[in-house]
């Protein structure tokens, strides 16, 4: 069986969507707006597939991206983002999955970037190409009735005020506010023109259906603005009671005033009885927020961010650290990516990583570095599961000191 895989120009575009179609699980028709839509966004360098040439058909799909993530401490580095990954059933477990990710992963290297980035499907997959999971998720559905908030709230108690907008002010002043919170918040991954008119309407996703939703600014007394909320409600009412759910499609915001604010603007909507939070940090302000936190009743918890090393001193050097000290690495990478020991010596005013021959202090694999990361997990918690050794007593609790942050990472965005 003749299975070549190739890089995908604009001609191959309709065979490829299908192939994506089949992998997941959507009708296997391509419409003119589909191939229109992908098209805008299309690097034909950095968009695989795999045609099986007995049959003429694309079998698998494969793309990336470039990306910027923000490091803890704020600085953004170039990551290679993955996306549309499958392979039809026809062609399961016969490797094509990691022949892509193979070239993907070493052109990204070549290139310069300095980790991968993913959203898994399934947990499974990822971690044998040294990938980890670097942030979490946690929706909440509030009941509002329970919660406890002051019924007669009228707006922000700081001077602040909120203000119903419309798409086309979103797309004005939201990837500014965005890129301040971007610059803040560890985790957060850059939005382009398109993902703004996306979620705004002005684009949408062919074959989806669009609900127009509302659209909340936060100002800051000094007109500032510091938040931005959209989300969408049901009109759903049963026996002359309303019963409707608010769906946030999302919140963000650059000062815990804002985000409050926003908050209590949907739970003080008339009419809503129910909030669902969409996908947050698992240490988001929201339940705590409430006077009884049990309203908040957690409808998802998992993984979402996965992160691959590609340039471990560059990805070390990139983040800040709380304290100072120094460690040393011995990375395991079966793929020959990232392999090596590395030095890592870091404090609040810079840190320089560098190759060693100095005895370790910690072992661990690609993908537990990649999780350590953006200081989410824990490099004792990684030692009591047998994930990563410790060659020194003390180091994985010394690791942590250095590598884990007050707030946890929050990757708003999928891809
Ligand atoms: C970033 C994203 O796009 S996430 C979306 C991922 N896509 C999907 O989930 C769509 C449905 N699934 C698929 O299309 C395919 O099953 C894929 C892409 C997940 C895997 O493709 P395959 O070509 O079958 O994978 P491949 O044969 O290269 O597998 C390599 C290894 O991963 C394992 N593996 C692959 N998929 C899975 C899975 N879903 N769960 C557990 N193990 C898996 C294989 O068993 C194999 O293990 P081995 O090395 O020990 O033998």
């Given at each position: 069986?003749?299975?070549?895989i190739r890089t995908?120009?604009?001609?191959?575009?309709?065979?490829?969507?299908?192939?994506?179609?089949?992998?997941?699980?959507?009708?296997?028709?391509?419409?003119?707006?589909?191939?229109?839509?992908?098209?805008?966004?299309?690097r034909?360098e950095r968009t695989l597939?795999?045609?099986?040439?007995?049959?003429?058909?694309?079998?698998?799909?494969f793309r990336s991206f470039p990306?910027?993530?923000?490091?803890?401490?704020?600085?953004?580095?170039p990551a290679d983002a993955i996306?549309?990954v499958?392979?039809?059933?026809?062609?399961?477990?016969?490797g094509l999955l990691s022949r892509m990710m193979e070239r993907d992963l070493r052109a990204a290297k070549e290139r310069g970037d300095v980790v991968a980035t993913l959203?898994?499907?399934?947990?499974?997959?990822y971690?044998r190409y040294g990938f980890?999971?670097?942030?979490?998720?946690?929706?909440?559905?509030?009941?509002?009735?329970?919660?406890?908030?002051?019924?007669?709230?009228?707006?922000?108690?700081?001077?602040?005020?909120?203000?119903?907008?419309?798409?086309?002010?979103?797309?004005?002043?939201?990837?500014?506010?965005?890129?301040?919170?971007?610059?803040?918040?560890?985790?957060?991954?850059?939005?382009?023109?398109?993902?703004?008119?996306?979620?705004?309407?002005?684009?949408?996703?062919?074959?989806?259906?669009?609900?127009?939703?509302?659209?909340?600014?936060?100002?800051?007394?000094?007109?500032?603005?510091?938040?931005?909320?959209?989300?969408?409600?049901?009109?759903?009412?049963?026996?002359?009671?309303?019963?409707?759910?608010?769906?946030?499609?999302?919140?963000?915001?650059?000062?815990?005033?804002?985000?409050?604010?926003?908050?209590?603007?949907?739970?003080?909507?008339?009419?809503?009885?129910?909030?669902?939070?969409?996908?947050?940090?698992?240490?988001?302000?929201?339940?705590?927020?409430?006077?009884?936190?049990?309203?908040?009743?957690?409808?998802?918890?998992?993984?979402?961010?996965?992160?691959r090393p590609l340039d471990v001193?560059?990805?070390?050097?990139?983040?800040?650290?709380?304290?100072?000290?120094?460690?040393?690495?011995?990375?395991?990478d079966p793929a020959g990516l990232v392999e090596g020991?590395?030095?890592?010596?870091?404090?609040?005013?810079?840190?320089?990583?560098?190759?060693?021959?100095?005895?370790?202090?910690?072992?661990?694999?690609a993908?537990?570095?990649?999780?350590?990361?953006?200081?989410?997990?824990?490099?004792?918690?990684?030692?009591?599961?047998?994930?990563?050794?410790?060659?020194?007593?003390?180091?994985?609790?010394?690791?942590?000191?250095?590598?884990?942050?007050?707030?946890?990472?929050?990757?708003?965005?999928?891809?």
């Amino acid at each position: 069986m003749g299975l070549d895989i190739r890089t995908i120009d604009e001609s191959d575009l309709r065979d490829w969507i299908l192939a994506l179609r089949t992998g997941f699980l959507r009708p296997p028709t391509v419409s003119e707006e589909e191939i229109e839509y992908r098209r805008v966004e299309h690097r034909p360098e950095r968009t695989l597939g795999v045609l099986d040439r007995d049959t003429g058909r694309y079998v698998a799909t494969f793309r990336s991206f470039p990306q910027q993530i923000t490091a803890v401490g704020g600085r953004p580095v170039p990551a290679d983002a993955i996306s549309n990954v499958t392979v039809s059933p026809t062609h399961r477990r016969r490797g094509l999955l990691s022949r892509m990710m193979e070239r993907d992963l070493r052109a990204a290297k070549e290139r310069g970037d300095v980790v991968a980035t993913l959203i898994a499907a399934e947990y499974p997959i990822y971690g044998r190409y040294g990938f980890g999971p670097a942030t979490w998720a946690t929706e909440w559905q509030v009941d509002v009735a329970r919660a406890g908030l002051d019924p007669r709230y009228s707006g922000p108690a700081d001077g602040g005020r909120t203000e119903l907008v419309d798409a086309g002010t979103v797309r004005a002043v939201g990837p500014e506010l965005h890129e301040r919170l971007r610059a803040a918040r560890h985790g957060v991954i850059d939005r382009n023109e398109r993902w703004w008119l996306q979620t705004t309407g002005a684009f949408p996703v062919p074959g989806e259906p669009w609900t127009e939703p509302f659209h909340v600014l936060h100002r800051a007394p000094d007109g500032t603005v510091e938040g931005l909320l959209t989300y969408t409600a049901d009109a759903v009412w049963e026996a002359k009671r309303p019963q409707n759910t608010a769906t946030v499609h999302q919140l963000i915001a650059t000062t815990p005033a804002a985000e409050r604010s926003l908050w209590h603007f949907v739970l003080s909507v008339d009419w809503i009885t129910k909030v669902n939070s969409g996908l947050r940090a698992p240490d988001d302000l929201l339940p705590l927020l409430l006077p009884d936190p049990r309203a908040a009743k957690v409808t998802t918890h998992a993984d979402f961010l996965w992160v691959r090393p590609l340039d471990v001193p560059r990805a070390l050097e990139a983040r800040s650290y709380p304290v100072e000290g120094s460690l040393v690495l011995a990375v395991d990478d079966p793929a020959g990516l990232v392999e090596g020991r590395y030095l890592l010596e870091a404090g609040p005013d810079g840190a320089s990583c560098t190759p060693t021959t100095e005895p370790a202090d910690l072992y661990l694999g690609a993908g537990e570095l990649g999780a350590l990361w953006l200081g989410d997990e824990s490099a004792v918690r990684l030692a009591a599961l047998g994930r990563i050794a410790e060659e020194r007593t003390g180091a994985a609790a010394r690791a942590d000191q250095l590598l884990r942050t007050s707030l946890r990472p929050w990757c708003p965005d999928l891809f």
